[in-house]
């Protein structure tokens, strides 16, 4: 039932390790997004896709690399961990198109790097 | 670049008052779009509140209600009767017209509510 589900929902790993989070919707939605939440709480956006195609790419360091096979799924693959990559990452879908729709959140998926 | 600033990290509200968390934005759109989410310490988002830009009526849901006020670029977000559940980071957000499909959050306020 759950609409937006990632996992996993925790992960610890050690530095230079390579990991990856998967995300799925439920929703039918045209648009999925990963957002990093910071110890302050700071939500910033990393990537957005639209029916599998990449349309946000921010100042995200290479190591992160996005995959969507299809529009419900988008992974994260992070390789070479470092300490600074310990964040909560969120996945998020949104119709895409429809501008007064909120965007529909996973639980988040809490990465430690030790 | 749209941007959007929440001034205050932290307020305190007693259980059972009103209190209003503050938002602003700068953008040069005329059309866009505006959201307050709750983060529980469960860490889910969760929506709280919806406006439209171009409706001049301030959204409400229950409790929740929002000043938008689009000449000064403000939106802020009243809760009243506060309840103890209320207490989570508040996080106000954007969202663009344009065909990126971007939402930008503000940095959040953290509400405790007081028994």
């Known amino acids: 039932d759950t609409a937006v589900s990632q996992t996993p929902k925790y992960l610890v790993t050690q530095m230079g390790n390579d990991k990856s989070i998967k995300c799925e919707q439920n929703l039918g939605h045209d648009t999925m997004y990963w957002y990093k939440q910071d110890s302050k709480k700071f939500l910033k956006i990393m990537f957005s896709?639209?029916?599998?195609?990449?349309?946000i790419n921010e100042t995200v360091p290479n190591r992160f690399s996005p995959k969507s096979p299809d529009k419900a799924h988008l992974n994260l693959h992070i390789n070479s961990l470092e300490l600074g990559d310990s964040a909560v990452y969120f996945c998020?879908?949104?119709?895409?198109?429809?501008?007064?729709?909120?965007?529909?959140f996973g639980n988040g998926t809490r990465l430690t790097v030790t | 670049a749209q941007t959007v600033t929440q001034s205050q990290p932290e307020m305190s509200v007693q259980e059972a008052e009103t209190v209003t968390l503050s938002c602003t934005y700068d953008t040069s759109e005329s059309d866009y779009y505006l959201f307050w989410y709750k983060q529980p310490p469960s860490r889910q988002m969760i929506l709280v509140i919806r406006?439209?830009?171009?409706?001049?009526q301030n959204a409400t849901e229950n409790r929740f209600s929002v000043n938008f006020q689009k000449a000064a670029k403000s939106f802020s977000l009243k809760i009243s009767d506060s309840q103890l559940g209320d207490a989570a980071m508040y996080f106000c957000a954007y969202r663009t017209t344009s065909g990126t499909y971007k939402y930008i959050f503000g940095t959040g306020t953290r509400l405790k509510v007081l028994a």
């Open positions: 406006q439209e830009a171009y409706k001049q």
């Open positions: 998020a879908s949104s119709p895409g198109s429809s501008y007064n729709s909120p965007l529909h």
């Open positions: 896709y639209n029916n599998k195609e990449l349309i």
